[in-house]
């Protein structure tokens, strides 16, 4: 009875995006048929068995100017053959799980995005939702945060606002703010800045920024007892990474840009750790990065990076356990890419290592062994009806064989992703896959999903 008034419920919220008028200004309906490989919400060994389930989902957009608006009302179910034939939906998209999720959680991620302005460009800016690239500062504490790691399986709603005194007519000053989930409020940041030469107008240092930033997670073990994980860690504690910038944007030109940067911080164990650098883009289509740090033992940098809510539990419990050193190591970071063919393909690379032999013994400080992560992207054009976009990141290079090379290729200590795509007319289908190494598993999770859209 319960899963036939939450169909009849499903069935309410749904009919009226039918009735909308698609073909009116600024609206789109996307609706999407598909498979997900998701863990049986009523299995209770860990890990939980897989199972695969049939989706129905109705996304329909909204944009006016620079604002838009994005709902997700996905619908999951299968169909359970016995003695008799049964209906069952997937209940965590709709029901809230006890001890593991809220009703804030199951319907603010409903809300797939509200968007206005755009980061860099309006001296306002919002963005809340699903969101893949949240940053402060340079990226020596927060570089493309992500809180999408668990899709398809659990959508997070997150916030990021962003106010520059242009807005008011007063240039000295500015704020952005963000928060990974705002149903839980556990991943929050902030960084305010000044303009302090902000007087001398658009001349070279009156661009000058002087910025303050902290970003605070006061549950780092959220999901160490959840089914990805399957481990306790202990007793769970705030964690958090203070720092300061320096940014001067020197050349702003299409065609070259060059912005010099220093950020320094100090983690919750008192390490520190500082760097310097610079970044832009050359003919308009190739972008640079350099960096050169200065890490005290046991530190970290890009605490909060792409992969932070997989290895949460496991930095916090190297944090806590390993206060700051005596020794500091200088060490190197070098990022390129190309964006050619009008976007048709973007490529990107990142390396990052210490300037030091691979430590012996091992450790699980990250910081202490190379690092890569490189992004290829194959627009819808340049094969025709396809797209492609593909993500690797390697961490802990060197760590089991000893050799960097070899490393590289064994997927332990990586995480993996693809997304394939196909129109056909009105219709595309995609097939999404991740496949991530779990530390606390020894093992790798992974999540796949094929689906169907089509855009009215």
């Not at 289509?285 to 997989?310: C, E």
């Not at 797209?387 to 993996?416: C, H, M, Q, W």
Request: aromatic content about 14%.
């Amino acid at each position: 009875m319960r899963r036939i008034a939450l169909f009849l419920v499903l069935l309410t919220i749904l009919t009226p995006v039918f009735a909308q008028d698609n073909q009116s200004k600024g609206f789109d309906l996307g609706i999407v048929l598909g498979t997900d490989l998701l863990p049986d919400p009523k299995d209770t060994t860990i890990p939980p068995a897989m199972d695969s389930w049939t989706k129905v989902g109705f996304r329909p957009e909204v944009a006016f100017g620079k604002l838009a608006v994005g709902l997700d009302l996905t619908f999951r179910f299968k169909f359970a053959s016995g003695s008799t034939t049964s209906f069952e939906i997937y209940e965590p998209d709709w029901i809230p799980q006890p001890g593991k999720t809220t009703i804030l959680d199951v319907y603010l991620p409903k809300l797939l995005y509200v968007r206005y302005g755009f980061q860099g460009i309006d001296p306002f800016y919002f963005k809340a939702g699903s969101i893949s690239d949240f940053n402060l500062g340079n990226g020596l504490i927060m570089d493309n945060y992500s809180n999408m790691l668990f899709l398809p399986q659990r959508r997070i709603f997150g916030m990021q606002v962003g106010v520059d005194g242009n807005l008011f007519g007063f240039p000295y000053v500015g704020i952005e703010a963000l928060s990974g989930n705002l149903a839980k409020f556990d991943v929050i940041g902030g960084r305010v800045y000044i303009r302090p030469l902000a007087f001398m107008n658009k001349s070279l240092f009156g661009r000058l920024q002087v910025g303050a930033i902290g970003v605070y997670d006061r549950d780092p073990l959220m999901y160490a007892d959840d089914t990805a994980y399957g481990t306790s860690f202990g007793t769970s504690s705030p964690t958090y990474v203070i720092g300061v910038d320096v940014t001067l944007p020197i050349l702003q030109n299409p065609l070259f840009s060059l912005t010099t940067f220093a950020e320094g911080a100090m983690e919750v164990n008192k390490a520190m750790g500082a760097m310097t650098g610079v970044r832009g883009r050359l003919l308009g289509f190739i972008s640079y990065g350099l960096q050169l740090r200065y890490l005290q033992d046991n530190f970290i940098p890009a605490y909060f990076d792409t992969n932070y809510d997989l290895y949460r539990a496991e930095r916090f419990a190297f944090i806590r356990d390993n206060p700051a050193g005596t020794a500091y190591t200088p060490s190197w970071l070098a990022s390129a890419g190309v964006d050619i063919f009008k976007s048709l393909i973007n490529v990107r690379a990142t390396v990052d290592a210490p300037f030091k032999a691979l430590p012996s013994p091992a450790t699980s400080n990250p910081a202490d062994y190379p690092h890569l992560l490189g992004r290829l992207t194959l627009n819808k054009g340049l094969i025709p009806n396809f797209s492609v976009a593909a993500r690797y990141e390697k961490y802990f290079l060197g760590k089991k064989s000893g050799n960097i090379f070899s490393d590289l290729i064994d997927p332990t200590d990586a995480s993996i992703g693809m997304t394939v795509s196909y129109w056909a007319g009105a219709a595309v289908v995609s097939l999404d896959y991740i496949y991530s190494w779990n530390p606390t598993k020894n093992d790798f999770d992974v999540s796949s999903g094929l689906s169907i859209g089509f855009q009215l």
